[in-house]
């Protein structure tokens, strides 16, 4: 039975909102941290996915437990999808928001669609599996709200940007609460009750 997982991350926004995703679903998340990897392998994946294999993989090479890796970013339809995969390295960290905005200024109302994606590897001893969600909406004009990272705060669901929800509805609407709610369908198929 699997109710303790590793998280390959040392982004510590996306492991709280691991912890609040799946904590209510009986499961435990340890940091890389605390389960004793110190991991930061070269995320030269092309996807999603394959980003999110190197971590797992790294971490559940190091500590032997069940591990999941989140790669997620920002794909904005005006740009051609960009900054995607490389959404964390788009812009100096807390520069992306600002960043984004000036890219998008011309940019009409009806062309302002984007989309937050993530894939979420499970990776333990026998094997990894992927699992995958998005989160539809489209990049405002300003910034707003201070709940969140990242792109919350340029990113509308609504006439909210995702930094002005509570972290239950920002969780119940996200690309990682989709990604893993799947995973934990998976968890439980495959080990009953967890
Ligand atoms: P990576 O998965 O470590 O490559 O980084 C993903 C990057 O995408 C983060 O550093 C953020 O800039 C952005 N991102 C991913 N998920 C979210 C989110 O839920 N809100 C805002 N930005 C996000």
Not at 47 to 58: G, M, S
Not at 84 to 94: D, E, I, L, T
Not at 109 to 137: L, P, Q
């Amino acid at each position: 039975m699997t109710n303790k997982l590793v998280m390959a991350t040392n982004n510590a926004n996306k492991l709280r909102e691991a912890r609040e995703i799946l904590s209510p679903l009986g499961i435990e998340v340890l940091s890389q941290r605390e389960a004793g990897a110190d991991c930061d392998p070269d995320e030269n994946g092309s996807t999603f996915a394959e980003n999110a294999i190197i971590k797992a993989k790294a971490v559940f090479e190091a500590v032997g437990l069940p591990t999941i890796a989140d790669d997620s970013g920002l794909c904005v339809d005006a740009l051609g999808g960009r900054p995607g995969v490389h959404s964390a390295r788009y812009a100096p960290k807390g520069g992306e928001c600002d960043k984004l905005l000036g890219e998008m200024k011309d940019v009409p109302d009806d062309k302002r669609g984007a989309a937050f994606r993530c894939t979420v590897c499970f990776m333990d001893a026998s094997g990894h599996s992927e699992f995958t969600g998005s989160c539809e909406g489209a990049i405002g004009y300003e910034k707003r709200g201070s709940n969140g990272f990242g792109y919350d705060p340029v990113f509308m669901v609504g006439d909210r940007t995702m930094a002005e929800l509570s972290a239950d509805e920002k969780n119940s609407i996200s690309h990682r609460g989709a990604a893993l709610r799947e995973l934990y369908r998976f968890l439980k198929e495959r080990n009953g009750d967890i």
